[in-house]
């Protein structure tokens, strides 16, 4: 069984940046894709960035040169470099496997809150 704890988040300013962070409870060097994804209110969970064992990293389009992702196997950690935040940004933000998700497979923790509000 896995699991994922997502910290990190919180309140911030239009414009200003947070740090994700994605603790996993099993070793990540058998994982070939890592994946954040988030949630707001009324909508469906998107995938916002991914990244490959071998540093191949993926974006939505909403946040391309915004955000970005990045994986430390050894600690098994996921982070999520966020910049110039938006309002839109606002949702729970949740790390998982990418295949797993893609297959309806995954477990999810319970994700980390942002919020980017004046």
């Known amino acids: 069984q896995v699991q994922f704890v997502e910290s990190g988040g919180g309140l911030v300013q239009p414009g200003g940046s947070l740090r994700l962070s994605c603790a996993a409870s099993?070793?990540?060097?058998?994982?070939?894709?890592m994946g954040w994804y988030r949630q707001a209110p009324e909508n469906q969970r998107e995938l916002v960035a991914d990244?490959?064992?071998?540093?191949?990293?993926n974006y939505a389009d909403s946040v391309k040169g915004r955000f970005i992702i990045s994986r430390d196997n050894a600690k098994k950690t996921v982070s999520l470099q966020m910049n110039s935040l938006k309002p839109e940004d606002t949702a729970i933000y949740y790390c998982?496997?990418?295949?797993?998700?893609?297959?309806?497979?995954?477990?999810w923790g319970q994700g980390t809150q942002v919020t980017v509000s004046s």
């Open positions: 990244i490959t064992s071998l540093g191949t990293t």
């Open positions: 998982n496997i990418r295949t797993d998700v893609i297959n309806g497979k995954s477990s």
């Open positions: 099993i070793s990540l060097f058998s994982i070939r894709t």
